[in-house]
């Protein structure tokens, strides 16, 4: 585990390391599943290869066991599926915690006081979550709430509950990044579009009156939405790149951000257990019938259904981008594992609380007071949401 700065000064010699020992990882024979289109998913199967991985629990301590008992992903193993805590249910997604995941070099720039949702020299592409907003049938009530979310995210900061599952979006796994973790004021709100249709929920995701709304709109932090609204709502892409996401926009209900604080250590660790749990499951499962992609099986009939009844479909409804790199395949989740383990770092923290109370960087000794934040680029800089 390095401190934050020495990473930054390391960044370039890890880097190479690392693409080195991936090359030579990614020739290991591991077994690989797909997702089928029904029935049950075969056991047997096991990890093969020389290289040593990262580590895993024992067998029987938390997902499958060895090597030829039951495959679990099409079901549950234990009382709760592993990723149960983790999953987002699209009627009731708001979140008062989010993440997002800068470089090395934009944590620098956060640290010397950057916004968090920073303007672009240049507009970009109208952001998916304007576009989509333009296009919903909303009632004359509903309108002017629209024209109001739609002017303000413009910008936007693109941003999810569980960071380990941003991390093979758009970083390749060889490369550093850091969580950046988001807390929204108690009174905050979150717009949700789901089936073409506009909501606005408090964070214990009781739905909020339109009146009451308009009354008020600057208390809506972040909208969440998929890009794929299904075949009888207006959507800005297909199930074969279909993603979702919370647009945060302004930063008037963002309580606080933070950056390599103990917190987020423990927030890492947690994830890093999870996956080392599932990824003891995945290595007893084989090779089923091939089915659709990753991408388009879980933003197509996934999300859509709301239901978790198995360690698979818990894992699904946790993610934000299913890029055919987080099918749950044993070298995916190994990758996946390594990339998390290679951000861990040594506490040096750094806060700011962007409403203007001022900021607390805990042993770091900096401070900030009103808008500090995050550089912008990166996979979810100031644009993201327009630019996926």
């Not at 709109?217 to 709502?233: D, H, K, L, N, W």
Request: aromatic letters at 6%; charged letters at 15%; hydrophobic letters at 40%.
């Amino acid at each position: 585990m390095r401190s934050f700065r020495s990473t930054v000064r390391q960044v370039k010699g890890v880097v190479v390391l690392a693409t080195l020992l991936g090359s030579a990882l990614s020739g290991c024979d591991r077994p690989e599943w797909t997702i089928g289109t029904g029935g049950a998913f075969s056991s047997g199967g096991s990890i093969a290869g020389g290289g040593k991985g990262p580590t895993l629990p024992p067998s029987g301590s938390g997902g499958g066991g060895a090597p030829g008992t039951p495959c679990y992903l099409d079901r549950v193993q234990g009382p709760t599926a592993i990723f149960e805590e983790q999953t987002v249910d699209p009627r009731f997604p708001a979140s008062r915690e989010l993440y997002a995941l800068v470089t090395d070099e934009e944590a620098e720039a956060l640290r010397a006081g950057t916004v968090l949702v920073p303007a672009p020299s240049q507009l970009p592409m109208k952001p998916a979550v304007v576009q989509l907003l333009e296009s919903l049938m909303v009632t004359a009530e509903q309108q002017p709430l629209v024209q109001s979310l739609a002017s303000r995210l413009q910008i936007s900061r693109s941003t999810w509950p569980n960071p380990w599952a941003l991390r093979l979006v758009d970083y390749p796994a060889t490369q550093h990044v850091n969580p950046v973790r988001i807390l929204l004021r108690e009174q905050a709100w979150v717009a949700r579009i789901v089936d073409g249709k506009l909501a606005v929920l408090d964070l214990n995701n009781e739905l909020v009156s339109t009146g009451d709304a308009l009354a008020e709109p600057e208390r809506i932090a972040a909208v969440f939405f998929p890009t794929y609204q299904g075949a009888s709502a207006p959507s800005v892409g297909g199930c074969n790149t279909g993603f979702r996401t919370f647009a945060l926009g302004a930063t008037e209900m963002v309580e606080e951000w933070s950056l390599a604080t103990d917190d987020i250590v423990a927030r890492l660790e947690q994830d890093l257990t999870l996956l080392r749990q599932l990824l003891v499951v995945v290595r007893n499962c084989s090779a089923v019938s091939p089915g659709t992609s990753f991408n388009t099986e879980t933003a197509c009939n996934a999300w859509a259904s709301s239901t978790i009844y198995s360690e698979y479909t818990a894992y699904q409804a946790a993610l934000s981008h299913p890029v055919e790199l987080y099918k749950p395949s044993s070298q995916h989740l190994i990758t996946l594992i390594e990339a998390l383990e290679g951000d861990l770092f040594e506490p040096d923290p750094f806060s700011s609380a962007p409403g203007g109370e001022g900021g607390a960087a805990g042993d770091s000794g900096s401070a900030s007071a009103g808008e500090g934040g995050v550089a912008s680029g990166g996979a979810f800089g100031a644009a993201g949401v327009g630019g996926n």
